[in-house]
C-alpha cells in the first residue's frame, strides 16, 4: 500500500534532529513533527542553556586560581542576554526553514499513533502514513512524590535554564547531573544552596570514590550537600518555601528545583491504540537497532531510558538511519562518556568497579593524585586538585572503566572511552607517550599503577 512517506520522525530533539537529517540525505521522503521547538529539550532548556550559564562561573574560578590574576567581575544581565542568544529567544523559526530548504516535511504539531499497517499518525487534524515510525520523543522531569509539590512554586530544568533572577537560595532535590551543575551555578552567582540527595551519594550511579570527591568541592562552594535524605513535604510560609525532609529537619528557600530523573514521553502518544505497551518506567523497549517491532517502528533517544545524553539520542539516530537506508547497524552502548560540567569537570566512561564485579571481571584498579604526580595541575592553578581513576580486565588486559575530576576532565576522559571501546591492550596503553605538561599523562601513571 502506498504510503505519504517513507519515515516520520516524531520529536526534533536533537536525536530527532539527526535521524531526519541523515533520512532525507539518503533520499527518502520524510516528515518531521514537533509539537514545541525544533531542537527539543536540549537546544532550549538542557544542554546548551546550562552549559552556556556555567562558563562564566568556570572562568572566573580558574581566573581566580592562576598565578597573578584577579578574579573577574560577573555581569549577570550579559551572562543572561547570551543565553538568551544561546537558546535561539525560544524562537525555531530558522530551523524550520533549514529542514525545508533540505527537503523534509515539517508540521508543527503534537503527533498521535492511530494505526498499524501501515503507521498512521494523527497531527494538526491530518492523517499521515507511513513505512517507518521513529518516535523520538524525549523525556520531561520527573516529580517525586513530595507532599503539597503541586501547591508551591517548583523550577523543572525548564525554569532553571531560563531564569531571569538569581534566586537567594534554593534547593535542589536530586544529587546527580541537574542537581550538581546547577546547584554549582546558583551557588557560584551567590544562592545559597541546599542539595537533598536520597541516594547515599552525590551521582550515586557513578564509583563511590567520585561522589566523595564531588561532595568535598561542592562543600567549598559553601553548598550544603545532604545524602541519604529526601524530601517528604513542600509549603508555603509567607514569601519562605519550607522544604520538610526525612530526619524532621527543615530547610527555608526560595525556590525548590527538581533533578530528581527523568520520565521517558510516551503517556499521550496513543501507544495503546496501535498495541505497543510502554515499560514500567514509562520507555520504549528497543532491540541493538533501536527498533520497538519488526514492521517498522523506532525509538531513540530518551525514550528509550537506555543513557539520556544528546550524544546518546544522535548515536542511535545514526544507527536508526543507516539501519532503515539499507546498511544495519547495532547499538553499542560500551563506552558511552558521561560529564557534568562542574568546575572542575566530572567526567566518567565505561563501568563502575561494581558493575564490573558483577559482571566477575577479575578488577584491578588505581587511583592517581594528578596534582602529586603531574607537572600540568601545577602549570595550570595555584592550589591544584584533580583525580583519575582506571579500572581493568586482569585477564583481558583491557581498561573496563575510567573516571576523572580535573580541568577539562570532559575532553581527555575521551582517551579512555577509545581505550575501552577499542580494546586497546594495556601493554599499548603503557608504551604511550603524551604531550608534556599535560592532564593527558596521567594515564600512562595510572596504567603503571595498575595491580594487573
Ligand atoms: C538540565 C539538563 C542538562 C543537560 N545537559 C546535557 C549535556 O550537557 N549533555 C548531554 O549529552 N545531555 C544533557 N542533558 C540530557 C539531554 O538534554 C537529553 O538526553 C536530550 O535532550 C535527549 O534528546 P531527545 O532527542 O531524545 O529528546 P528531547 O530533547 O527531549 O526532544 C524531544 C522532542 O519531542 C517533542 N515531542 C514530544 N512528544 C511529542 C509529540 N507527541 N508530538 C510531537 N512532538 C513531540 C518534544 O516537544 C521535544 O522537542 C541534559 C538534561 C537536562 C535536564
Ligand atoms: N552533563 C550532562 O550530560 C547532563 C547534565 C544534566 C542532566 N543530564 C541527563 O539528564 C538526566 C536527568 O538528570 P537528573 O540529575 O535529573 O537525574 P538522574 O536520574 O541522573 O539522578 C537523579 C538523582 O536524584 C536522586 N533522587 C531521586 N529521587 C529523589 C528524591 N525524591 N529526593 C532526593 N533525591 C532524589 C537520585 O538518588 C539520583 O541521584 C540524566 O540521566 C542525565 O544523563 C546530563
Not at 509539590?149 to 541537574?178: C, F, H, K, Y
Not at 561522589?211 to 568541592?217: K, N, T, Y
Request: glycine share 10%.
Amino acid at each position: 500500500m502506498p504510503t505519504d512517506f517513507d519515515v516520520i520522525v516524531i520529536g526534533a530533539g536533537p536525536g530527532g534532529e539527526v535521524a531526519v537529517s541523515r533520512l532525507v540525505a539518503g533520499g527518502l521522503r520524510v516528515a518531521l513533527v514537533e509539537r514545541e521547538l525544533i531542537g527539543g529539550e536540549c537546544a532550549y532548556w538542557a544542554c546548551i542553556p546550562s552549559k552556556t550559564l556555567l562558563r562564566p562561573p568556570e572562568a572566573r574560578a580558574e581566573a581566580a586560581g592562576a598565578a597573578g590574576l584577579s578574579t573577574p567581575e560577573q555581569d549577570w544581565p550579559a551572562l543572561r542576554d547570551y543565553r538568551d542568544y544561546m537558546i535561539r529567544h525560544l524562537d525555531d523559526a530558522a530551523q524550520i526553514d533549514g529542514y525545508r530548504e533540505q527537503g523534509a516535511t515539517v508540521i508543527k504539531a503534537a503527533a498521535r499513533l492511530t494505526g498499524r499497517g501501515p503507521w498512521r499518525i494523527e497531527a494538526d487534524g491530518r492523517q499521515i502514513t507511513t513505512e517507518h515510525l521513529v518516535i523520538a520523543t524525549g523525556s520531561e522531569a520527573l516529580r517525586p512524590p513530595i507532599d503539597g509539590l503541586d501547591q508551591v512554586e517548583v523550577w523543572t530544568n525548564r525554569e532553571a535554564t531560563t531564569l531571569r533572577e538569581i534566586p537567594r537560595r534554593a534547593v535542589m532535590i536530586g544529587g546527580s547531573a541537574v542537581g550538581v551543575e546547577l546547584g554549582q551555578f546558583l551557588a557560584r552567582m551567590g544562592s545559597q544552596v541546599t542539595i537533598v540527595q536520597r541516594g547515599q551519594r552525590l551521582l550515586d550511579r557513578e564509583e563511590h570514590r567520585l561522589g566523595e570527591l564531588v561532595a568535598d568541592r561542592l562543600g567549598k562552594d559553601g553548598i550544603d550537600v545532604r545524602v541519604g535524605r529526601q524530601a517528604t513535604a513542600v509549603r508555603q510560609e509567607g514569601d519562605d518555601t519550607v522544604v520538610e525532609l526525612d530526619d524532621s529537619s527543615r530547610v527555608h528557600t526560595d525556590v525548590m528545583v527538581l533533578g530528581a530523573g527523568r520520565r521517558p514521553r510516551t503517556g499521550d502518544l496513543g501507544l495503546d491504540a496501535v498495541g505497543i505497551r510502554a515499560n514500567d518506567r514509562g520507555a520504549l523497549d528497543v532491540d541493538m537497532h533501536c527498533r520497538v517491532t519488526d514492521d517498522g517502528l523506532w525509538a531513540l533517544g530518551d525514550v528509550t531510558g537506555i543513557a539520556l545524553f544528546t550524544h546518546v539520542a544522535q548515536y542511535q539516530a545514526r544507527v536508526v538511519a543507516d539501519t532503515i537506508l539499507g546498511t544495519p547497524r547495532r547499538a553499542d552502548y560500551t563506552a558511552i562518556p558521561r560529564v557534568v560540567f562542574a568546575q572542575p569537570e566530572i567526567a566518567a566512561v565505561g563501568l563502575t568497579g561494581e558493575q564490573a564485579r558483577e559482571q566477575g571481571i577479575n578488577l584491578a584498579t588505581s587511583e592517581l593524585d594528578l596534582a602529586a604526580s603531574l607537572a600540568r595541575p601545577w602549570t595550570y592553578e595555584t592550589e591544584p586538585t584533580g583525580h583519575l581513576g582506571l579500572l581493568a580486565d586482569r585477564e583481558r588486559r583491557i581498561l573496563v572503566g575510567a573516571w576523572a575530576i580535573a580541568p577539562q576532565a570532559g575532553e581527555w576522559i575521551h582517551q579512555a572511552a577509545l581505550a575501552i571501546r577499542a580494546q586497546i591492550p594495556i601493554d599499548t596503553l603503557l608504551d604511550q607517550v603524551a604531550q608534556f605538561p599535560t592532564y593527558s599523562e596521567a594515564y600512562l601513571k595510572a596504567t603503571e599503577r595498575l595491580d594487573l
